[in-house]
């Protein structure tokens, strides 16, 4: 069965750094583009970029690059999400996501909740 | 950058046939997929590559997608359907999601 289960929630104060992951398995890891989405509190979701696990090749969307940064480590089936210096504006919900052929996301995590608050 | 344009809000009452518009420069020649999201939990898709149904989806869900818009059709209605819909397309290898469509079955 294939399963992606990502950290828990997190409680940050601005200026703060963050990263949190999302472990694959039930499948080939390395074979599949890992994506992270976001979710703003009663918002739509957000694509900010993929991973392509077997060799790091990684993409962001225009809205994220630069915001942060997407890694893998193929040797522990888990994907990264990390902030440097958050911001109140990056509180969401974020889901990490599984992309098949044509980039559709055929498995989702079941979402880390971010609250970035002084 | 590329944009897909989703309304709102739908309703539509139980029985009756609900469709969902996506639209986007030349959506047509790309693969649009949809997702139904209820609340709290994470998205799911229903649809892919315009028109599949990927294993568990129920036949009631259809779509289809030529020249700038893409569309879900939900037949036969039921409470269980209320949820968000996103559509999403890949464009320059970024994916690109609409705003999402809020369905209420009345």
């Known amino acids: 069965e294939v399963q992606l289960v990502q950290s828990g929630a997190e409680v940050k104060k601005p200026g703060e750094s963050l990263k949190i992951s999302c472990k694959g398995s039930?499948?080939?890891?390395?074979?599949?583009?890992i994506g992270w989405v976001r979710q703003m509190p009663g918002k739509g979701l957000e694509w900010m970029g993929i991973?392509?696990?077997?060799?790091?090749?990684?993409r962001y969307s225009p809205s994220f690059q630069g915001q942060l940064t997407i890694s893998a480590d193929k040797s522990l089936s888990t994907v990264y999400l990390q902030w440097s210096s958050l911001k109140a504006s990056d509180t969401a919900m974020y889901y990490c996501a599984r992309h098949m052929g044509t980039m559709t996301v055929d498995y989702w995590g079941q979402g880390t909740r971010v609250i970035v608050s002084s | 950058s590329y944009e897909l344009i989703q309304p709102p809000s739908v309703s539509v009452s139980p029985g009756q046939t609900a469709n969902i518009t996506c639209s986007g420069d030349?959506?047509?020649?790309?693969?649009a997929c949809w997702y139904q999201q209820k609340p709290g939990q994470s998205p799911v898709l229903v649809i892919y590559q315009d028109n599949k149904r990927p294993s568990g989806i129920p036949e009631r869900f259809s779509g289809s997608n030529s020249g700038n818009t893409a569309t879900l059709t939900i037949s036969g209605t039921q409470a269980m359907d209320e949820a968000d819909y996103y559509c999403?397309?890949?464009?320059?290898?970024?994916?690109?999601f609409g705003g999402g469509t809020k369905l209420t079955v009345l």
């Open positions: 039930g499948y080939r890891f390395s074979s599949y583009w």
């Open positions: 991973i392509y696990p077997d060799d790091s090749d990684t």
């Open positions: 030349r959506l047509g020649d790309k693969y």
């Open positions: 999403q397309a890949w464009d320059s290898s970024i994916v690109v």
